[in-house]
């Protein structure tokens, strides 16, 4: 691995050595009130006792995960970011939204229903099962399962519309300055159209309650099989979708996602990229990779496909998560994702590709700071 010069930093890379190094569980992290916590912690180490923040803001806004590993020299000491012992930036914490301390009518807290991620989503995971686990079959990374029985176990397995509505509702009245979209994320149905169904009906909902509030909806799902169900989600749901396919790699789509293999197939991922394109705007369809699962040369190679379609690539940084197939796999190394990242800011560039979240991004993948310029 290429030595790091401090240096050279910039807030993006900053958050490119969080996500591959983590840090240490000897970090005294200080909170402040209304501050969020993490609700669902990804970490390697079980070590650190204090709450953890649910995103670190980095200057310029940069927001990234936090994650603990035992053994990396990156700490945070009160609000500052350092190397050993060489400080590096003062940071701050994601706000806690004030619908999260609320109840919804029937007692239920409203934060079992929906969360905020970053500075500026609303998120509500719609169907926190996934029905590959029961056959074995889910994606090799997803912790899914695991979660849900653990640091989830407290969450509404599957909200309702009504709940849903009742949150959202909440949080416009109480925190509408702090978002700017609505997230909608479910692990897979057992039938993909009538996942999407009852996704589109939560989005229609929320579109009916949303009053003068100007918001940009975004789906995370599995694909229809139903051209006719992916032509009604382009006319009548979210503003922009995520058909995440993980791996473009056909062999290693198969070996790690064996679940969206058996339901889907890769040969018809492809297509309904390819139908989808031609049924929604230019950058509104999202190709999702776990970016450290193939080698350099197959994802360039599925970030240019899909640039050719006018659909930007996402890459959410492969990170080991207990309880899944690939919890002890490494996390890429800089080296590895420096290269991928050069190319995605090459590609997004030639095919005028935007991404999703184009102004504060996801803490998990670096999309938003390849576009801004910070790995040029």
Known sequence: MENLNTSELNPGKIKLELLINGISPDSNIQMREREAPERFVYDTSNKYRGVLPSEIILPDNIVSNIYLREGSDWSIQG??????NQNLCEVSFTPDAKFTKMNLKSGMPASKVAVMYGLDIFSVFLNKTCVYFPEDKECHFCSLEYTRKNSGKGNVVNPTVNQVAEAFQLALDHDSELFNYVMVTSGAYRCPDKGIEKQMAHIQMMKQIQG?????YHLVTIPPKSREILK???EQ???TVAFDIEVFNPNLFRKNCPGKETQIGYEAYLRIFEDAAKMFPDNAVKAGFVCGLEPIDSLVEGMEFFGRLGIPSSLNIFHPDVGSKLQDKQRPDRGYLLEILKEQARIGKRYNLIPIFPVH???????TEVHKGYFQ
């Open 212 to 216: 003068r509030k100007n918001v940009n």
């Open 237 to 239: 749901g979210p503003d």
């Open 232 to 234: 009604q989600l382009a």
């Open 79 to 84: 609000r500052m970011l350092k190397k050993g």
């Open 361 to 367: 991004g996801r803490r998990s993948s670096l999309d």
